[in-house]
């Protein structure tokens, strides 16, 4: 048997602003919109390119879910992306006038380099040393 993860909800304050954000900014894809209420969309975005899992941008509906955007993990590294190309991610976000954590590095691993997205939720970029890692995700 295998189990994989396909999807992760992230809290937002607003739909648009948020797909705006992610697919704009970041170059994700807009997989679904799909209007479920008056005020309850169904909106997943993924990176280009990744078919395994996807983002769903739930809007806080109460006081206390408003409290945990851009605060989902305690301050820590909410998700880690794999790219081919580090540099190239990089320039497109800081060109994107997205927040740069923690600029590009090399590491032991691989390059690497932090930026928060709209909320302040923090994420890490990596190219691995190992590209047979980029081959399984």
Do not use: C
Not at 6 to 32: H, P, R
Not at 106 to 120: C, H, M, P, R, T
Request: net charge neutral.
């Amino acid at each position: 048997m295998q189990l994989s993860f396909f999807q992760v909800t992230l809290l937002v304050a607003d739909y648009d602003d948020a797909i705006n954000f992610y697919v704009n900014k970041l170059g994700f894809l807009l997989l679904e919109d799909t209007k479920l209420s008056d005020t309850k969309r169904w909106v997943r975005v993924a990176p280009w390119g990744n078919n395994t899992a996807a983002l769903l941008l739930a809007k806080a509906g109460n006081e206390n879910q408003l409290n945990f955007i851009g605060n989902q993990t305690g301050g820590r590294v909410f998700l880690f992306m794999h790219t081919s190309n580090a540099q190239s991610y990089f320039d497109r976000l800081t060109t994107n006038q997205v927040q740069i954590v923690r600029n590009l590095s090399d590491e032991s691993f691989g390059k690497v380099f932090v930026f928060a997205d709209l909320y302040g939720n923090l994420w890490d970029v990596i190219e691995p040393t190992n590209k047979q890692v980029l081959l399984k995700s």
